[in-house]
């Protein structure tokens, strides 16, 4: 899989832009704040409906413009898919697919696919638990895109949820018989939104455990390579649930297909752990037990990565989630017997993920630079972008494009 036309309208800096890329390594080389980083941002969004850089739409819009276009045509094989996706301020995203009709924006999900290094990656290893919720969650919408209506639905019930609960608090606190009907009223419905909050968290949740078992040896191996065996890296999923935080959690099926045992079980397990916590929901006003309060625990040698790890240890760690990911999006999911269940077989098995690869090797010592280098060198494609040509590895030469604000031209 590669990206072979990149066209932009009123995209951040760019009132227009248009790219023939090829495959193997394309680098985009200019000062910072040209413009290099938003060309491979578009490209990371066709494949996500997401940015790295930014949490919201409204600043993908260039100033001044009412809505940004991105189009991209993207080879798999011998075929050829041309996706185009209007974001428009304030309005629902639309998206065309080889030009046919009108479809939701996440209709497009699957048929590109990146894996992208940034320096907000550290963030990964040192940040807070949201950033890597987020890594998971991704990573499963690239492998299976119907996980997106999942964790879109499941965001939606949460805020309803979440409101019920601030307004039953505040009836409580209150008092009068008026206030007494008000708060019954109001725990009834809660019991509605429990059941939906159980039924979808239960599914996320098992996505994130298969997930984070199929990752596990990836990381491993990807760590050693990358920094030279420096210690042991491990990760680990820490669930909100009671019962999977003892030192002895009840064994759960595998399952098998869609895996409905498992999900059956973490229902259960779900509504129980959010029966327990009603008192301190109710007292705080916040839902406390579900997929959104879980995390990724990363360790080196045994120790928490977070506070432990040098800053070159915490880059490695970081490029090696990276990495598996990668290897976990290129692996054959039909034939091995390692892939992940969840793997959406729709996608098919050949076709490796675009590596992007932004402002990454200036972060990087000597070592770490060469050694990833020589590990993404082999991907179908790779995009690069780089302040500077010494900053581009030897290695991966290839296709050069030099950015200035607002234009960009092929060397």
Not at 87 to 99: L, P, S, V, Y
Not at 306 to 331: I, M, V
């Amino acid at each position: 899989m590669y990206v072979s036309h990149l066209s932009l309208l009123d995209f951040r800096s760019y009132a227009s832009a248009d790219l023939e890329l090829e495959p193997g390594v394309n680098a985009f080389v200019g000062r910072n704040g040209r413009g290099k980083t938003n060309l491979v941002e578009a490209i990371g969004y066709v494949a996500t409906l997401g940015s790295h850089r930014v949490a919201t739409d409204a600043p993908l819009i260039r100033s001044g413009a009412e809505r940004a276009v991105v189009r991209t045509r993207i080879v798999r094989g011998d075929r050829a898919s041309t996706i185009e996706l209007e974001i428009t301020q304030g309005k629902a995203n639309r998206a065309r697919i080889n030009r046919g009709q009108q479809v939701r924006a996440r209709d497009v999900l699957g048929i590109l696919r990146t894996v992208l290094f940034a320096p907000e990656d550290l963030a990964l290893v040192k940040g807070d638990p949201d950033g890597r919720r987020r890594f998971m969650d991704q990573l499963l919408v690239l492998m299976m895109p119907r996980v997106s209506a999942v964790l879109s639905d499941y965001e939606r019930v949460l805020r309803q949820r979440s409101a019920l609960l601030k307004s039953a608090r505040a009836s409580r606190r209150s008092g009068g018989s008026a206030r007494s009907e008000s708060a019954a009223a109001e725990l009834a419905t809660l019991d509605v939104w429990d059941a939906r909050l159980a039924e979808l968290g239960a599914e996320i949740l098992s996505l994130r455990l298969q997930l984070v078992a199929a990752l596990r040896p990836a990381v491993a191996a990807a760590y050693e390579q990358v920094s030279d065996a420096d210690g042991d890296a491990e990760i680990a999923y820490r669930a909100s649930l009671p019962a999977l935080e003892t030192g002895h959690p009840p064994e759960l099926s595998t399952g098998s297909g869609d895996n409905s045992t498992q999900v059956g079980q973490l229902r259960d397990l779900l509504l129980e752990a959010l029966t327990e916590a009603r008192p301190q929901e109710l007292e705080r006003g916040v839902s406390l037990v579900g997929p959104h309060r879980d995390d990724l625990v990363l360790t080196l040698g045994g120790l928490p990565a977070k506070g432990y790890a040098s800053h070159g240890e915490s880059w490695s760690f970081a490029l090696a989630l990276r990495l598996a990911s990668f290897r976990l999006l290129g692996g054959d999911p039909q034939n091995s017997a390692d892939s992940p269940a969840f793997w959406d077989p729709d996608l098919g098995t050949d076709a490796d993920p675009v590596l992007i690869l932004d402002d990454v090797f200036a972060e990087l010592d000597v070592r770490r630079r060469e050694r990833l280098a020589d590990l993404v060198l082999p991907a179908r494609q790779v995009l690069v972008t780089a302040a500077v040509p010494e900053d581009v590895p030897v290695v991966l030469d290839g296709v050069r494009f030099h950015v200035e604000p607002g234009t960009v031209t092929r060397d």
